[in-house]
């Protein structure tokens, strides 16, 4: 069994045992007594910040999860909730299920009581849990919740559509979670509001950050990202959608937050204005301490007159971690060589080049991916739909990867995900990132050399000027 079906199959037992322990009759007739909103808060609350060009940030509590483990065991949730809702949380999701997230519903009633305090203008609240049965609606409901997730790989069409009638009749709003294609031609018939995608596999536990770009292609919903964002450099990766839904990354902050070191958290959220800086062609252990560039890529390509030094490889392979900034690039590498250099070396995250690497073989990596492409003419540009979903970013490159080529032939502007522009990128022309809408950045490897060295300089000169580039 894969993750998720371990975790439905707990779900059900646990369903059972409400069933024993609650009359639903009786949770109907408690619910009936509270009061309801006309129009579910969470959808006014999003179509507000819509209306004012804001972000949506859903801000999520959970102590751990089938791919962290513990994140976060005790975490004060009180003050946790306050710190998110004063840094500007719009929704805060708190998680009730117990066996694989260490929620509860007495966590929700005790968020509920928590954001209630902070009236007017508190965040709502999210009950976050794996939702098969209604009885589990009206418990969130009389515990506090104002919306709850619905997940469609776990529940056929009429059921889902069933569940979010009952929610929406108790005045909750919802959150409709996809992760893949499949799953939205199987619901998108019906009619709900807002999408949720999230960019974690819930069988395999593996996070693509433009799978969000990819599904929000011709929906007219609100869109919210859900999963793996880390940092605000992440948030450039899934910014075309509406809202996001951060759990994780937030937790692992906790302690910066519960000490009222509120200007973290916000700067965290940055979705927008800055662009990014991958710099190319790290060999040397000196310039792996290099600060500015937004990722340092190390080049193992047995074509690349960059690649690491002796003493640059000993340094790697005496560390236990890596930092994510991170990355492995490879090029007319085999996949056996690929696979072989990330069992040696403990890369998060690795930059491919389409057609080296197939897609059923960037699905099987743990890592972040950064898959670039070599222009020569626009049909190259084809070969990303067979990526898109399964990546996080791409990397327009030149014909020759390295060569220091420009790309010749012309990026269409309406190209639709985030990418970094390669191909010939110095310091004296990174105003070629402000003529295409969805690019996010630059990747420079000769442009930050001298006689053939990196050098620190050109790298500190281009850092400085992509902080003074502004996106719009």
Not at 117 to 130: C, E
Not at 140 to 146: I, Q
Not at 188 to 210: E, I
Not at 247 to 257: D, I, K, N, W
């Amino acid at each position: 069994m894969n993750i998720l079906s371990k975790i439905v199959a707990v779900k059900k037992q646990e369903i059972e045992l409400l069933y024993r322990q609650y009359n639903l009759a009786d949770l109907q007739a408690q619910c009936a007594q509270k009061p309801r909103p006309s129009t579910p808060l969470f959808y006014v609350s999003l179509a507000d910040a819509r209306q004012r060009g804001e972000s949506f940030f859903i801000s999520e509590f959970k102590r751990k999860s089938p791919s962290e483990g513990w994140i976060n065991q005790h975490a004060d949730l009180p003050a946790q909730l306050r710190a998110y809702a004063k840094a500007g949380a719009r929704a805060i999701s708190v998680l009730t299920d117990t066996a694989f997230f260490g929620g509860s519903y007495a966590d929700l009633a005790l968020a509920a009581d928590t954001l209630g305090a902070l009236q007017p203008g508190r965040p709502l609240l999210l009950q976050k849990d794996f939702v098969l049965d209604p009885i589990q609606i009206y418990l969130a409901r009389l515990h506090g919740a104002d919306l709850i997730l619905l997940i469609a790989a776990i529940l056929e069409p009429e059921v889902l559509q069933h569940l979010k009638n009952t929610a929406e009749s108790l005045g909750m709003g919802v959150l409709v979670e996809v992760h893949d294609r499949e799953e939205l031609e199987k619901i998108d018939h019906l009619d709900f509001p807002v999408l949720g995608v999230n960019n974690r596999d819930l069988k395999t536990f593996r996070t693509s950050l433009n799978r969000v770009n990819v599904l929000k292609q011709d929906q007219q919903r609100y869109i919210i990202s859900e999963s793996g964002v880390r940092d605000a450099v992440d948030f450039q990766l899934v910014g075309q959608a509406d809202g996001f839904l951060i759990g994780t990354g937030l937790m692992r902050r906790s302690e910066a937050l519960q000490n009222e070191q509120h200007d973290t958290f916000a700067a965290f959220f940055q979705t927008t204005g800055k662009y990014l800086f991958k710099a190319c062609g790290i060999r040397t252990p000196e310039m792996l301490m290099t600060a500015g560039p937004d990722w340092l890529g190390i080049n193992f390509s047995p074509v690349s007159k960059r690649r690491p030094t002796p003493a640059m490889l000993e340094k790697l392979k005496d560390m236990s971690s890596f930092p994510a900034h991170w990355a492995a690039l490879f090029y007319k590498n085999s996949e056996a060589d690929i696979c072989e250099t990330l069992q040696t070396y403990p890369f998060q995250t690795v930059q491919l080049y389409a057609g080296d690497a197939t897609p059923d073989f960037v699905r099987s990596l743990k890592q972040r991916v950064l898959l670039a492409v070599s222009i020569r003419n626009q049909e190259d540009l084809a070969q990303i739909n067979d990526y898109a979903a399964d990546v996080d970013c791409f990397i327009l490159d030149g014909a020759v990867p390295g060569s220091g080529q420009t790309i010749e032939t012309a990026i269409p502007a309406d190209f639709p995900y985030p990418f970094l522009l390669a191909g010939g990128i110095h310091a004296g022309n990174l105003d070629r990132v402000l003529a295409i809408e969805h690019c996010i950045g630059v990747d420079v490897a000769s442009g930050i050399e001298t006689e053939g060295q990196v050098d620190a300089e050109k790298i500190q000169e281009i850092s400085m000027l992509m902080e003074r580039l502004k996106r719009i």
